[in-house]
Structure formats: C-alpha cells, structure tokens
C-alpha cells in the first residue's frame, strides 16, 4: 500500500494512474485502487445500481459505500440502499445535510430546488460529501462517458483539486450496455425505476422519466438549465 498521502503526493500519483490505467479493465482499476489506498479509499452510490459497489466490493470486501441521504430521494432509492447493505459484501454510510428539509423550507422557504437548485444541491449534496470524504485519499464514482456530453471527457484516475482527492471512475469507459451486460451476469442489484422509464436516478422533485431518445441523464433537472449537481464539477 502506498504511503504517499500528501497533496503533491496524491497529484502525481493520479496523473501517472491515469495515463497507465486508461486502457484497463474496472476490476483492474479497482485492483490498482485496493492495492494502493487499503481502507482509505470508498465508493460513492447514488443507489441507482450496485455495479460500482458490486465491483469494488470484489476487490476490497466490505469497502464502504458512501450514500447522500438528500431527504428528497424516492422511496425505491432508500430500498435499494437497504438491500445493498443487507446482501452485498460492503459497509453502506449515509451522509445526510446539516439542515432536514422541513428545517430548509424553515430558513430558506419550501421548494429551494425549483428556485435556486444550485443552492439546494449546495447544502444537501456537495456539502456533506465534502464532509464525508474527508477521512480519505481516493473516492470512487460511477461517472460514464457516454451518459452526457458534459461527462464525455471523464478520466479513469484524476486529482480532484477541489478536494485534494484522487478521484476514480473504473467504468468511464463503459457503455449502457456495458452496465446492462454486468448487471445480468452477476445478478446485481439496480433501482426498481430503472425498469419504470427512468434513465438516471436522483432526488424526486428533480427527476422525470426519459422521453424517446434522450440521453440518460436528460430527465434530471429538465427545463432548469442544470445537469450536475456540482459534486463533479
Ligand atoms: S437534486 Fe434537487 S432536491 Fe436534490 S439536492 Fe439537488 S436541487 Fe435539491
């Protein structure tokens, strides 16, 4: 296991990964991440499917699982968060916002995320990950190439600067398909809306079934001139 730690560190370390590790496979990467970091590195999950975990989990048992509890996810999502941690071989943390959202609507008035999703997104999102990850150097996200334009350039292995993490995306490279494929080979669990016309899974209020032929990741925030949620950006 490395014991390069510091920030310069860590930055050097993802650059090289990054150009070495662009043609390997997820478990690769994932092996690479477990060999490198032990128990310093998680998952994030949007409880959209299990693939990551369910990869990860292979290389490194019982790797944590960070899960943002919003307060605003539908039902099917908080399930599925459930099942993963009753059924798969990883440790599920759920993070949630320093405000509920009844105290939000109190101190900002209700419906934040149709008047300023950016700021609701702020609190409820990007804070406490940022909060969370910070017992660790690397994170693990889910980010594909092909979801949207706005991820076409996604790096296998990166610093983010914003953090001072190494950030990893061991499936930039794959396909819908891909997904597909590993889902039924290995039985994974994914989010019962995926079958119910959703392509990408986030909070209710902000999220609305696909149209034909759209992206997947065009029915969240739709009509708000949004499409991160500012974690990746
Ligand atoms: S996705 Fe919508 S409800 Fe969820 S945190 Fe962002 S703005 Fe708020």
């Given at each position: ?6 920030t310069?560190?860590l ?8 150009r ?9 990467i ?15 999950s ?13 290389a490194?048992p ?5 899960f943002l509890?919003?307060g605003?996810?539908?039902?099917e ?9 009753a ?12 405000l ?6 109190a101190?900002?008035g209700?419906r ?10 702020a ?5 406490p990950?940022d909060?969370g990850?910070e017992g660790?150097?690397a ?10 334009p706005?991820?076409?350039g ?13 950030k ?24 019962p809306?995926?079958?119910d ?19 997947t ?9 949004k ?7």
């Open positions: 296991m490395t014991t390069a730690t510091g310069d560190a930055r050097a370390l993802a650059l090289s990964a990054g070495d590790l662009e043609e390997a496979s997820a478990s690769e994932l092996s690479w991440a477990a060999e490198t970091f032990g128990g310093r590195f998680c998952v994030t949007s409880m959209e499917d299990a693939v990551v975990a369910h990869l990860a989990s292979r490194l019982g790797i944590d699982v960070v509890d919003t605003y996810h539908f039902p999502t908080i399930g599925t968060r459930d099942a993963v941690q059924v798969m071989d990883v440790n599920v943390i759920t993070l949630t916002p320093r509920s959202v009844a105290e939000q609507d101190e900002y209700p934040l995320h149709d008047r300023d999703p950016d700021l609701c997104c609190m409820r999102k990007v804070a990950l909060a990850l660790y150097d994170w693990v996200t889910g980010l594909r190439r092909d979801e949207s706005t991820r076409a996604t790096p296998v292995v990166a610093f983010d600067e914003k953090r001072g993490k190494v990893i995306s061991p499936i930039a490279r794959w396909t819908q398909e891909d997904v597909e494929q590993y889902v039924a080979e290995h039985g994974v669990l994914t989010n809306l995926l079958m016309g959703y392509g990408s899974v986030g909070c209710a209020p902000c999220t609305r079934r696909l149209l034909a032929g759209e992206d990741r065009a029915g969240r925030w739709s009509g708000r001139g499409t991160e949620c500012g974690i990746h950006t």
